[in-house]
C-alpha cells in the first residue's frame, strides 16, 4: 500500500508542479518514448541476468506491496515456540522431540504456532538444526560456523533479485537519453518543417530523457531499497533462532536462552521481557 501512495505522491508532484508553472501535460504524453525506454529496459534486463535471477525477481516483485511480513506477533510465537522445545529437551530429554522436528505439522508443539509453521524458511532451518543436536555430534562452534554459513547464502540468494532492480533503474537514464537521441535525429530529418512544429518535435524528444530519469529515481530505483530492506527483516528471524539454539547448547536455561534470540531483533519489533514471558505462559 505504502507503494502505492509514494507512487501517486511522485507522480502528483512532478506532473502537478510542472501543470502549475503552466506546462502543458499532453506534451508530455508519449506512449512512444514509454516503449523505446521500456522495450529497451526489458530487453536489458533478460539480457543481464541468469534464468535463476529472473524468476526470483519476477517472484519477488509482488512482495513489495505487502506489509511488513514480520511483526512483534510472529517474533514472540516463533520465541515461545523455541521456548517450548528447549523446556521439553531440558525435562524429558533431546530424543523426545525427534517425532515434533520429523513431522512438524503434526507435532502439537509446532502447530500452537501456526504463523511459525507456514514460513517454510524458517521452519526448515529450526528443524534442520534441531535435528542436528538431536543426532549429532556437533559442538556449539561448528552448528554455528554451519548457521553463519546457510545464513550467508540465505542472504546472497535474496539479493539477486534487489541487484537485478537495482542495475535495471540505473540503466533507465541511459535508455531515456537514447530516446531522446532518437528524437533530436528525427528533428534533424524534418528540419525543412516551420519553426513551429520543429520545437514540438524537439520538445516531445526532450521528454525521453526526463521519463527516463523519472523511472529510475521515483520508480524503479525505491523497489531495490524496498526489497533490501525486507530481505533485512527475514535474516532476523533466522538469527533469533541461531543464537536461542547456541544459547540452550551452551547450557543455558529456556527461559535465558529465548532471551538471548530476543534481544537481536530490532527494537522496532523486540517484546519487553514481561511481554515475552506472558506470552509464553499463555501459549502453555
Known sequence: ??????????????????????????????????????????????????GKAIKATLK???????GAKYSKAVYMDLMALLYDILAKVR?????????????????????????????????????????????????????ENLMDNEIGTHHHEGELPIHSIAKLGDAMPAFGIVAAVMGVVHTM?????????????????????????????????????????KLDESSKMFECVKVTLL????????ALAVEFGRKVLYSTERPSFLELEQHVKQKK
Open 60 to 66: 519477488a516483485l509482488p512482495t513489495v506491496l505487502k
Open 189 to 229: 530529418a524534418s528540419v525543412g518543417l516551420p519553426p513551429s512544429e520543429l520545437g514540438l518535435l524537439i520538445a516531445h524528444a526532450l521528454v525521453g530523457t526526463f521519463l527516463g530519469i523519472l523511472l529510475a529515481y521515483g520508480f524503479v530505483g525505491p523497489l531495490a531499497s524496498l526489497l533490501e530492506q
Open 91 to 143: 525435562k524429558e530429554g533431546l530424543m523426545t522431540i525427534e517425532g515434533d522436528i520429523e513431522n512438524p505439522a503434526q507435532s502439537p508443539l509446532f502447530t500452537r504456532y501456526p504463523r511459525v509453521l507456514g514460513d517454510h524458511h524458517v521452519l526448515e532451518f529450526m528443524t534442520d538444526y534441531l535435528r542436528l543436536m538431536v543426532g549429532g555430534n556437533l559442538n556449539a562452534f561448528e552448528i
Open 1 to 50: 500500500m505504502l507503494v502505492i501512495v509514494g507512487y501517486l505522491i511522485v507522480l502528483a508532484s512532478v506532473f502537478g508542479g510542472f501543470a502549475m508553472a503552466g506546462g502543458h501535460l499532453s506534451a508530455l504524453f508519449q506512449p512512444i518514448e514509454l516503449l523505446m525506454i521500456g522495450g529497451a529496459a526489458a530487453g536489458a534486463f533478460f539480457v543481464g541476468n541468469t
Open 247 to 254: 544459547a540452550s547448547l551452551n547450557g543455558y536455561s529456556p
